[in-house]
């Protein structure tokens, strides 16, 4: 499939328009990354039929004069080939998974320190600027008793005798 039009011209003007609207969507991002997956998945599946089959058939293989073992040992390499792709598979699933996550955890991150930010912007503006607040009334009643005896109204040093030192 051609990505160019009948007359020579091509789809997209920038060819990878496509993905970087993908790249920007975290939800798209999950979607395009689990098709990869799933072909991947289908891949390992396969390759895991594969490599049973060859297994067997390389084990089986047995040439005349052959000792103990020799055909075991010669079906090693392959064997190894195989478990290698596979190994190396299951890892590109697991990272396809992981990339996943962590393009969402970004977005939320990106809210995360957004909010933050918002917030702290109005606490700074709350602590440059204060409210002004009115005085409390007092109420002319200054031999009144206060809730705290000794540390209410102005003391003077006449009457100290009635606080306790430090």
């Not at 939800?27 to 990354?33: D, G, S, T, V």
């Not at 895991?48 to 390389?58: F, G, K, P, T």
């Not at 047995?62 to 392959?78: C, I, K, T, Y």
Request: aromatic share 6%; proline share 5%.
């Amino acid at each position: 499939m051609s990505t160019e039009k009948s007359n020579g011209q091509p789809f997209f003007d920038d060819p990878h328009a496509a993905l970087r609207e993908i790249a920007q969507n975290p939800a798209a991002y999950a979607h395009y990354l689990a098709d990869f997956n799933r072909v991947v998945l289908d891949m390992q599946a396969k390759l895991e039929i594969l490599q049973r089959e060859a297994r067997v058939h390389c084990r089986g293989t047995r040439v005349e004069g052959d000792r103990m073992g020799q055909a075991f040992l010669r079906s090693f390499p392959v064997e190894k080939s195989l478990n290698d792709i596979l190994k190396n598979l299951r890892g590109v699933t697991s990272g396809l998974e992981k990339s996943a996550h962590k393009r969402h955890a970004h977005d939320e991150k990106v809210k995360e320190v957004k909010k933050s930010r918002k917030e702290k912007e109005q606490l700074k503006a709350r602590k440059n600027s204060p409210t002004l607040q009115a005085a409390p009334e007092n109420s002319g009643q200054q031999g009144a008793q206060s809730p705290n005896p000794g540390y209410g109204g102005p003391t003077s040093i006449y009457n100290l005798d009635r606080r306790e030192s430090a």
